[in-house]
């Protein structure tokens, strides 16, 4: 039963000592909600996957296991609290195991190891109810991205603390693009993950207590650097966490990716960072030393508000739920069992904190997530605001869109003397006048666009052709003459304005 692997872990734990954690010590202080959990696993058709372990070349489309925690009614009756044995049997899906006595767990899979101490987690109860029913009111979501061919459920504790103050967690496992295993941290894999969790990105659609304008994301290790390829597809992202992301340790990877894109990644961002590595570590295990103080991804980042923790009681492994409870320790480097779950309970709580500032407040001016208070003997922090993108012609029409295009003249001289680089070039309003005035609900719009276009280009034959039809359209036969000879007057050839002027004179 996996000789070599047993051989491998076996020669490894000279460097480990076992770990006495628990739910009640993590200590997490929850909020008013209960927590429901449902799991349930999505087929995506459009890719094709194989079951490894039948030995075969069977293809199947694309399963996506997908596990939900979310806020839920105070009546609870019927539904079932999970112990932390519960959590585990999704394993059995998720790692292509369904049929693997409960025995077995803890033997079976390389994160588990079979200790007394673990043993002891099993029973223990966890904070969420099995599929209880969700509460009707919107609330903001968390599409989290497991680390390098992890659960779903990896960081489980953390998810029954943020959903009890108000959110929705959705989470699916890391896999390979062709079989469960990843090829190994390469720029494949992250939009393999990337694709992943978009198709998540769809399935919240289906859910009417989600608000669809508050997405944040949230990843681990590999699952954080897939995440930053995602936000730079995705403009309706508003946050991202990143729970020590691979984005700071294989910046290689990130920049390979055909989405890279430093300018399009420009949402609030908070990095949870390792301990620094000691040196003995780094030498023995042949790490980079540049990896202690080297962060390309955010010292190249011009317009996020960005924030850098690093935790100096916490190595890599502890930055999930299992990493905390299953975890062997490294006596070279990790502390103690207390100080790993005080730092797990404080990162929860600066996530929160995150979560709130940026999706519940929207950013509120009169506070600063970075007045939070800081245990400077637990972590540090860099802070970053980032600077403005330039305002262009994109955003000026979102301003008047909103306002349904209407006064558009009196925006137009606001904006620019806020912004004087503001360029409306006169192609893009024709076209855009154009547009709305073909569409019969939206030619007072269009008229209107025509009219901007005239006062910021009162010598173009064009526009007032284009706003003659316009007119036309909106069976204004005044207007229409009345333009169409404007535009034959700057420009006598037009000879789309001599048709139409001897047309309606008849």
Not at 89 to 116: A, G, M, R, S, V
Not at 203 to 227: P, R, V
Not at 334 to 340: G, N, R, V
Not at 420 to 427: A, F, H, I, S
Request: net charge positive; charged share 25%.
């Amino acid at each position: 039963m996996r000789i070599l692997t047993l051989l491998i872990v076996t020669s490894l734990q000279i460097q480990f000592v076992f770990c006495q954690t628990s739910l009640k010590e993590i200590n997490l202080p929850y909020g008013a909600h209960k927590v429901g959990f449902k799991h349930y696993t999505l087929i995506d058709s459009t890719r094709t996957y194989r079951i490894k372990n039948e030995f075969n070349n069977q293809l199947t489309y694309r399963p996506i296991p997908v596990s939900v925690w979310y806020p839920a009614h105070t009546n609870i009756k019927n539904s079932q609290q999970l112990n932390v044995l519960d959590y585990l049997q999704i394993l059995k899906e998720e790692e292509e195991w369904k049929n693997l006595p409960d025995e077995y767990l803890l033997d079976w899979f390389h994160y588990l190891w079979n200790t007394p101490q673990n043993k002891a987690h099993l029973p223990e109860q966890a904070h969420s109810f099995a599929n209880a029913p969700m509460l009707k009111e919107k609330f903001p979501v968390i599409v989290y991205a497991s680390s390098y061919e992890a659960t779903s459920i990896e960081n489980f504790a953390m998810f029954e603390y943020l959903a009890s103050y108000g959110y929705v967690i959705i989470s699916s496992p890391s896999r390979g693009t062709s079989i469960k295993e990843l090829e190994g941290a390469t720029p494949r894999a992250a939009e393999t993950q990337s694709r992943d969790t978009e198709f998540i990105l769809k399935e919240i659609h289906n859910y009417s207590n989600i608000t669809m304008d508050k997405i944040a994301l949230m990843g681990y290790s590999f699952g954080g650097l897939s995440n930053i390829i995602t936000a730079m597809k995705n403009p309706n992202i508003k946050a991202l966490i990143s729970l020590d992301g691979s984005e700071r340790y294989n910046y290689k990877v990130l920049n390979k990716s055909p989405y890279f894109n430093i300018q399009r990644f420009d949402i609030p961002y908070i990095h949870f960072a390792q301990k620094d590595i000691p040196e003995a570590v780094l030498i023995s295990d042949k790490i980079p030393a540049e990896l202690n103080y080297q962060f390309k991804l955010y010292d190249s980042l011009k317009y996020n508000e960005a924030y850098s923790f690093k935790f100096h009681d916490l190595t890599h492994s502890y930055f999930s739920s299992f990493g905390v409870l299953f975890a062997n320790r490294d006596k070279r480097q990790d502390k103690s069992d207390d100080e790993i779950m005080r730092s797990y309970r404080l990162l929860s709580q600066y996530t929160l904190q995150f979560l709130n500032f940026y999706l519940k407040e929207n950013g509120n001016k009169n506070r600063s997530i970075a007045s939070l208070e800081i245990n400077d003997k637990l972590v540090s922090l860099k802070t970053k605001k980032g600077s403005k993108k330039a305002f262009n012609y994109r955003d000026f029409n979102d301003l008047a869109l909103y306002q349904n295009y209407q006064d558009l003249i009196k925006l137009y001289q606001r904006e620019k003397e806020k912004h004087p680089t503001l360029m409306l070039e006169e192609g893009m309003l024709n076209t855009l006048g154009l547009r709305l005035s073909f569409d019969p609900n939206k030619i007072e719009q269009g008229i209107q666009v025509f009219l901007l276009a005239l006062h910021i280009y009162p010598d173009s034959s064009n526009l007032y052709d284009s706003l003659a039809e316009a007119y036309l359209l909106n069976k204004d036969v005044k207007n229409a003459i009345i333009n169409f000879k404007k535009s034959l007057a700057l420009n006598p050839q037009n000879q789309n304005a001599v048709n139409k002027l001897k047309l309606l004179k008849q």
